[in-house]
């Protein structure tokens, strides 16, 4: 897998953060399981980037039974320090995407649902994250107008809602689009 990167002035570039979701195919009798199943899963950067960077992994077990996980599913670093410490310690603060993962219930072809999705991020966008010069910034806006297009399929064209000032019209994905 190859992330996009985020350049950062002349001198550094941020790998924009994966989502990676995985699915167990097969059933285990239940005269096996004797207790929760271990999962092993490894993430590596190549190794002639070890001395920059390091892979940071949290995970939550989520049942298939429930429509949305009882807590937020994803928690990630929201800025690096630049410290040669790999630990959390080396990032100042975590940010939680309320939004991920979407619930099963979403329905991709209903743009009021997208409609709520967009504003969600939205929200998260000008109220969480806030610094545009973080990777995390350039994540979401992208995955905004991802969202607001899918309530908004004939944007320019057309109504569309009005959106926080502050997420300019750029990106990959709306640049394309337009």
Aim: proline share 10%.
């Amino acid at each position: 897998v190859r992330p996009d990167v985020e350049y950062v002035g002349n001198d550094h570039a941020f790998l924009q953060p994966l989502l990676v979701t995985i699915y167990f195919s097969g059933s285990v009798p239940q005269n096996l399981i004797r207790e929760r199943i271990p999962i092993k899963i490894s993430v590596s950067v190549s190794e002639e980037y070890n001395n920059f960077m390091a892979p940071v992994i949290r995970a939550k077990a989520w049942s298939v039974c429930q429509s949305e996980p009882s807590e937020p599913a994803l928690l990630v670093p929201l800025h690096y320090t630049g410290s040669d410490d790999f630990s959390m310690g080396a990032y100042t603060q975590d940010v939680t995407i309320p939004f991920l993962p979407l619930p099963r219930t979403f329905d991709f072809t209903d743009p009021r649902q997208w409609a709520t999705l967009s504003k969600e991020i939205e929200c998260w966008l000008v109220n969480k994250v806030q610094d545009s010069s973080l990777p995390y910034w350039t994540w979401g806006k992208d995955a905004f107008w991802l969202t607001f297009i899918g309530a908004h399929p004939r944007f320019p064209d057309g109504e569309w809602s009005v959106w926080d000032p502050r997420i300019p019209v750029e990106g990959t994905f709306i640049e394309e689009w337009l």
